[in-house]
């Protein structure tokens, strides 16, 4: 069973059925072109004016030609586009139900990845090479009748060298998604190298290393240089493969119609066709080299969709949610119990990671972990070391919880509570914030983050930050927190500072 969001869609059936109908038209428009063509040809070569109706019917399958490709590029682009939405929405859902400690481990930049370089393998699939292929299947079997049509002799005989051009494109083919595989693995290590780098680029700048990442940039652009040649050579390969194909076959056809006195304007409007069975191999050359670069991303998301996921609860409850934890973490045994709306502290080498646990960033196995009795988490409020928040205004970073906005004054009212009337009072809530905070300083970061569990209504808040135990001021917010909130309190102590040895506690 795929992982993958599904293709058949409402939307993009519809898509799909528009595009193979305007394949079914522009078969039908090519039929009445070639036969139109022949009969122009004819008229010029008997001397005779053109029929009128010759020229409207030329006229006419010239024009619904262009609107069916028009319609067709746009439905094809659209359903493209459809699929791209629905995978980068199921990619950051996956992403997002990560264990914190699986997140971790990934890269930043491998992550970054699946929504550059994978959607846009997706989107070409789905928008250009599917599409191209759906059409492929209604033009192609009709040209190749019309060409029968027009004269059995020359389909028969000049169709002989497309066809084993075909054959050979077909194994020269079957190699092109490892091409993929290995060009992708270059192109991601250059992503993912530039994307960690580029935070720190004027810290490494300091240290003397640009000069060594400039070369080793260097180093990598060249094989990847030598990759994408290699892999382009393999495409371009193919399309020449067919371009010899349909030359051989003009050529055996115009051989052909000297020997069996085939009238020239038979063979012109033959010529025309074989052009028009031409156009969509070359198509379905270009989708088989972007379908490879499909299967390719497509292997890397569903991998990650495999990750384990951790199913969080946003919704508070009405009343305050006692918190028990029995059982082990690694060697240490578990045995934590709070009421609903008390405080407790978790002290040991294991809090830390207790405190993720209750938060619902991590999951263990070995533990039991219950909330008024349920293993469904409630609304958590997780404080840790680094502040988390988005580029925006001070209203959008501190109501971040909510899913309705508390009104201006209620915001200001906790924000001056925690003693951020300062911060307030320099520029209002509409005056913008760095990405996590970025030019704030540590205190006010935490009070930021107090102020943004209180207005969440968090029902459980977890502070495990270094930020609170050199707080000096910390006793006092926490009584400004007890006063607008009824949450559970739950302090784990820093694991640097924590007994080696004790068990996670209730004091």
Known sequence: MTLLPPVATRDRVFDAVLVVSCGIVQAAALAVAAFATRDAFAALH?????????????????????????????????????????????????????????????????????????LSAARLWFGRGLPEVLSACVVL?????ILYALSPVLATRGLVPLAIALVVMAVAAWHLERRHRRLRQRRAGIAISMIERIAIAPELDVMGRTGTELRRLDAQGARLRDDAVARRGRTVGLQSLLQAGTAASGLTMLWSASMAGIAPATVA???????????????????????????????????????????????????????????????????????????????????????????????????????????????????GDDHVGLQGSLRRSVTLMNRKRPTDKRIAEVLRGFGLGGLLASGGLDQRLSENGNGLSAAQTLRLDLARAVLGKADVIVIASLRWSVEPDARALQEVLQEYSSATLVLAEPSDTSSKTSIPKVI
Not at 69 to 80: D, N, Q, T, Y
Not at 81 to 101: E, F, N
């Open 46 to 118: 008997g001397g005779v004016p053109l029929a009128s109706t010759t020229m409207l019917e030329l006229a006419l399958a010239g024009a619904l030609t262009a609107l069916c490709l028009f319609i067709s590029g746009c439905r094809a682009e659209r359903l493209g586009q459809s699929y791209a939405i629905d995978l980068r929405r199921t990619l950051y859902a996956k992403i997002a139900q990560m264990p914190k400690a699986r997140h971790e481990e990934r890269r930043v930049g491998a992550l970054s990845l699946r929504f550059v370089g994978d």
């Open 141 to 145: 079997p009709g040209a190749v009748g």
């Open 269 to 383: 409007a033959s010529l025309s066709v074989l052009a028009l069975v031409a156009l969509p191999l070359q198509h379905l050359g270009a989708a088989w080299d972007q379908y490879c670069a499909w299967r390719v991303a497509r292997g890397k998301a569903q991998n990650l969709l495999r990750e384990p996921a951790v199913r969080r609860y946003l919704k508070t409850s009405k009343a305050a949610v006692s918190v028990k934890a029995v059982g082990r973490l690694g060697d240490t045994p578990v045995a934590f119990e709070v009421a609903g709306g008390e405080t407790s502290h978790l002290t040991g080498s294991t809090s830390r990671h207790l405190a993720r646990a209750i938060a619902g960033l991590d999951t263990f196995d070995t533990l039991d972990l219950r909330f008024d009795g349920k293993t469904q988490h409630p609304c958590v409020a997780y404080i």
